[in-house]
């Protein structure tokens, strides 16, 4: 009896403990039970690593041996095919402005760079002054940079002076303009109705208006809402001279942006950089002047991932990952879900996988002693996705790699800076590559055809079908990827209708002497 008691009471407590393990569990491991609808990976899919997809290609490429004369063209800079920035022409302000006009932008900072753009040729079109845009607060990165958070409003108001009249806030009779009034109901000052790709036309017979009657008109929703035809020339050029001129990121910035381009061309330089567990920055050295880099934004977070419904090779539990994800932010509608796996890679509309774009700048001809600097935020799969890209180009770095705890605390948590920063590096690289479109791509060719800087532009639907190909060589699949990127390497594209001005700025604002 004393036995079965004995028995009952360990039972209990046994049974009472593992209650309490079971209440604590989503505690210490939130991952498993936290809904999959924010920025990071479920824990499974952190704690399964994925293996290699292109084994073979992958034991080729870590043997490979690039000969002199090929590293010699592929860092060759683009030749001067006589194209050359146009300049906007100035021209007097009138004498009397029909208003204020506010701008609200969302998205990330490319986005909300085009959209600046956009609110500075709407300004001129309605001869209207423009309140410095408000930067809606990012709701994936929970970001509130304001614009004078991240762009030099001196130099912004300086550089358009002639253009456009600007100010820094609205005047106090319309202090009550602010996005919390809009916030709360239908307001006669607000425009929520601008069409995306808007016509000139259009603000002239619906914005006009309200400006006249008002003083003021406040546009939002306003990304992408100013079209890219039918513009006049003088438009075209200040929209151009606004992205290339007149955003100069803040000053502090800049200063960092200059120290880790200093410390990638000199890395036996390490002042200011973490001198502790930081090998790369002895083993080059550096006797024949500054080197070489090239930056490489790796678009493969995890919204990348799940939106494309394509199949990365994480196995059950990325795959349940990922459709947990979709189901939560977009209810199983997925774009491109009616495709396979086979096709979408086959039609170029599959994410290349930091394996897989490290495979493709290996057959491009990039050696093992190539300075590479990661442009990326979170990337899917953490550094187990990025360990086969990590072992093609062991003199890989990053922000965090690349900078001192003090200097990462200043950009640290805002999205926007260190997206500012990423965006500074790679505007100053040799080279540049995205590993898909979006856009800090757009953005980054369009500003680099400017400055007729190389930019390799992957061939998607070329490289999905090489990688399905598992018997291919790698003298095979290195010949494939040269061919293929021959005429992808930046230079001048004429801009189609409906394609953005910032994206190809030619020959908008890139003219041919």
């Known amino acids: 009896m004393v036995l079965v008691m004995g028995l009952n009471f360990q039972s209990n407590r046994a049974g009472a403990l593992a209650g309490v393990f079971v209440l604590l569990f989503p505690v210490f491991l939130p991952g498993l039970f936290s809904p999959l609808g924010n920025a990071s990976p479920s824990t499974f899919s952190e704690w399964n690593t994925p293996k290699p997809r292109h084994s073979r290609l992958l034991k080729s490429a870590l043997q490979r041996r690039s000969p002199k004369l090929d590293q010699s063209d592929l860092w060759a800079p683009l030749a001067d095919e006589g194209w050359k920035p146009c300049v906007a022409s100035k021209a007097s302000l009138p004498w009397k402005s029909e208003g204020y006009i506010q701008v609200f932008l969302d998205g990330g900072l490319n986005q909300q760079r085009m ?5 500075v040729a709407v300004a001129k079109l309605l001869n209207a002054t423009l309140v410095i845009p408000y930067l809606e607060t990012n709701p994936v ?4 940079s304001s614009f004078m958070d991240i762009f030099d409003v001196d130099h912004f108001i300086n550089v358009l002076k002639d253009d456009i009249s600007i100010v820094k806030e609205l005047p106090a009779e ?11 109901a239908i307001r006669a000052t607000r425009v929520k109705t601008a069409p995306v790709h808007a016509s000139a036309n259009w603000y002239l ?4 208006p309200v400006l006249q009657s008002y003083g003021i008109a406040a546009i939002a929703p306003f990304s992408h809402r100013l079209t890219f035809e039918n513009l006049p020339d003088e438009i075209q050029r200040l929209r151009c001279k606004v992205n290339f001129q007149a955003l100069f990121f803040v000053p502090h910035i800049r200063a960092l942006g200059d120290a880790l381009i200093g410390r990638l061309r000199y890395p036996s330089n390490k002042s200011g950089a973490k001198e502790a567990n930081h090998p790369s920055m002895t083993t080059v050295a550096n006797d024949q002047g500054p080197l070489k880099f090239v930056v490489l934004h790796l678009r493969f977070d995890k919204d990348m991932a799940a939106h494309s419904a394509c199949d990365f090779g994480g196995g059950k539990a990325e795959k349940l990952a990922l459709a947990k994800y979709r189901q939560v932010l977009w209810q199983g509608r997925v774009l491109n ?3 396979t796996d086979e096709e979408l890679r086959s039609q170029g509309r599959c994410p290349l996988t930091p394996e ?3 495979l493709l700048l290996a057959a491009s001809g990039f050696d093992n002693n190539t300075r590479l600097y990661l ?3 979170k990337v899917y799969g953490g550094e187990a996705r990025i360990s086969t890209l990590r072992s093609l180009f062991p003199l890989m770095e990053d922000k965090k790699s690349l900078t001192s705890g ?8 805002k999205a926007s800076l260190l997206a500012a920063v990423d965006y500074y590096v790679s505007l100053h690289s040799d080279i540049f590559i995205s590993a898909s479109p979006g856009n800090m791509h757009n953005a980054m060719v369009g500003h680099r055809t400017y400055k007729n800087l190389k930019t390799i532009r992957p061939n998607m639907a070329l490289s999905g079908q090489l990688f399905m190909n598992k018997s291919i060589i790698w003298s095979d699949f290195q010949q494939a990827i040269v061919e293929g990127h021959k005429n992808r390497l930046g230079h001048i594209r004429l801009r189609k209708p409906k394609q953005s001005i910032y994206t190809y700025p030619a020959p908008d604002c890139v003219c041919h002497n």
């Open 115 to 119: 959209g600046i753009c956009d609110a």
């Open 141 to 144: 990165w929970k970001d509130s």
């Open 174 to 184: 319309f202090s009550w303009s602010t996005r919390e009034y809009y916030a709360t």
């Open 205 to 208: 017979e619906n914005v006009l």
């Open 337 to 339: 879900s009616q495709f």
């Open 356 to 358: 897989e774009i490290g």
């Open 375 to 377: 442009a990326s935020h």
């Open 406 to 413: 003090s200097e990462l605390a200043q950009i640290k948590g």
